[in-house]
C-alpha cells in the first residue's frame, strides 16, 4: 500500500527471447491490475547479469522487454513500465535486505541449486543474493499483489518472510506482498520435455514457443510437441504431461475450459489437435507481435519512456529507501 493505494509489482528478465510460458505465466496477467491498482512493472536487467550476458544483445533486449510489455497491452500511462538498473535504490537496499537474510534460507532456493547446476563455471555471489534484490524490487514499493509463474513463487514468499522479519524489529516498515499466480497459465512445459518447465534459456529451441515466433514456425513446432502414447484429448498431467500442456496452452488462449476441449476433440487425433493448438497461439499471438515492431521501430520514443518510468518509479522508491535507512539508524544529512 502506498497511502491509500494497493500495489501489484511484478518483473522480467531480459535475459533471452520471451516465451508463451513467461506471456501466459506473467505478462498476460500485468494488465488485470491497471485500473484499480498503482502499478510498477520492471526489466530487470541487473538480476539478468547473475548469468553472462553479451552486452549488445543485453541492451537489444532490454528494449524489446519494454516494447513487449506495451504490446501485451500495458498502457504505459496507466502502468509505471521502468528499467531496474536505472534506479538505484533497488541495489541500495538490496544491500540492506542482505543483512536481514539468512545464508540458510538463500541455499534451500530451487532455482539457486538449478541455475549452479547448470552454470557450474560461475556460482557467482550475485547469483546466490539473487533472490534478495528481487524482494528489494518488490519491498521498494510497498507491494500488495506480485502476479508471477509457479517457479517464482518460493522467490516471493522468501521476500514475506524478509519483510515480516524487518517489521518485527522496525514495526510498519514495509507492506507484506503475496504471491498472485494465475491457475491456468502457472506452469507452462517444455514442449519436448514436458515434465520441465518451458524455459527462455533453453538450448532447444523447438521445446519453446516464443512470443515472436512467426506463425508457421508456430505450427512447426506445436506439430512435433511431444505428446503421449494413446490417442485421447484428456487432461492428465500425471499420465499424459504433453497433452495436458498442449490443453493448458490452448485453454489459455482460447478461454475454453478443459472440459469444453476434451469434448471438441474427441474422436479425433493428436494431429487436428495440435494444429488447432498451433493456430489459435498464432492467431493470439498476432496482434502482440504487429504491435510490438510498431514499438521497436521507434527507439527514441522507447527511451523516453524508460526515462519517465524510471523518474515515476524513483519518486517511490526514494520515499521507501529513506523511511527504512532512518528506522535503520542511518544519518540522514543533506
Ligand atoms: P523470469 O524472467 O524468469 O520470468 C518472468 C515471468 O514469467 C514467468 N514464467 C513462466 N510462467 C509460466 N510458465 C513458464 N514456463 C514460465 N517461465 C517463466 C515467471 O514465473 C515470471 O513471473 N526473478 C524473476 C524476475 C523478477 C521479479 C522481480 C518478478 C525480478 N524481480 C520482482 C516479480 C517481482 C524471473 O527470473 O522471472
Known amino acids: 500500500m502506498f497511502g491509500e493505494q494497493k500495489v501489484s ?3 522480467v528478465q531480459p535475459s533471452g527471447n520471451l516465451t508463451i510460458g513467461n506471456y501466459l505465466g506473467a505478462i498476460r ?9 498503482k502499478t510498477f512493472y520492471c526489466v530487470v536487467d541487473s538480476h539478468a547479469i547473475t548469468v553472462r550476458q553479451v552486452p549488445v544483445e ?17 498502457d504505459p500511462e496507466k502502468n509505471t513500465l521502468y528499467v531496474q538498473s536505472m534506479v538505484h535504490e ?3 537496499l538490496a544491500w540492506i535486505l542482505n543483512c536481514f537474510t539468512m545464508f540458510g534460507e538463500l541455499s534451500r532456493m530451487t532455482q539457486f541449486k538449478d ?3 547448470r552454470h557450474a563455471d560461475n556460482i557467482n555471489a550475485g547469483l546466490f543474493t539473487y533472490p534478495v534484490l528481487m524482494a528489494a524490487d518488490i519491498l521498494l514499493y510497498q507491494t500488495d499483489v506480485v502476479p508471477v509463474g509457479i517457479d517464482q513463487k518460493q522467490h516471493v514468499e522468501l521476500c514475506r518472510d524478509i519483510a515480516e522479519r524487518i517489521n518485527q524489529l522496525y514495526p510498519g516498515t514495509f507492506t507484506v506482498p503475496e504471491p498472485i499466480v494465475s491457475k491456468s497459465g502457472m506452469k507452462i512445459m517444455s514442449l519436448a520435455e514436458p515434465t520441465k518447465k518451458m524455459s527462455k534459456s533453453d538450448e532447444n529451441t523447438n521445446a519453446v514457443v516464443y512470443i515472436l515466433d512467426d506463425r508457421d514456425t508456430i505450427i512447426r513446432k506445436f506439430k512435433r510437441a511431444v505428446t503421449d502414447s494413446g490417442a485421447e484429448v484428456r487432461f492428465d498431467p500425471e499420465e499424459k504431461p504433453g497433452v495436458s500442456n498442449l490443453m493448458s496452452i490452448y485453454s489459455c488462449f482460447s478461454g475454453k475450459s478443459l472440459e469444453e476441449i476434451e469434448r471438441e476433440f474427441a474422436g479425433k487425433g493428436y494431429g487436428d489437435f495440435k494444429l488447432a493448438v498451433g493456430e489459435v497461439t498464432a492467431d493470439a499471438l498476432a496482434p502482440v507481435q504487429k504491435k510490438f515492431y510498431e ?19 524513483s519518486w517511490y522508491a526514494r520515499r521507501t529507501l529513506s523511511k527504512v535507512q532512518k528506522k535503520l539508524g542511518f544519518l540522514q544529512v543533506r
Open 295 to 313: 514499438l521497436l521501430a521507434d527507439k527514441a520514443a522507447l527511451e523516453a519512456q524508460m526515462k519517465k518510468g524510471a523518474e515515476e518509479a
Open 9 to 11: 509489482y511484478s518483473g
Open 115 to 117: 541455475k549452479s547446476a
Open 58 to 74: 543485453l541492451r537489444r533486449r532490454t528494449y524489446e522487454t519494454l516494447a513487449l510489455y506495451m504490446a501485451c497491452g500495458l
Open 90 to 92: 533497488h541495489a541500495e
Open 29 to 37: 496477467n500485468f494488465s488485470e491490475y491497471s485500473e484499480k491498482y
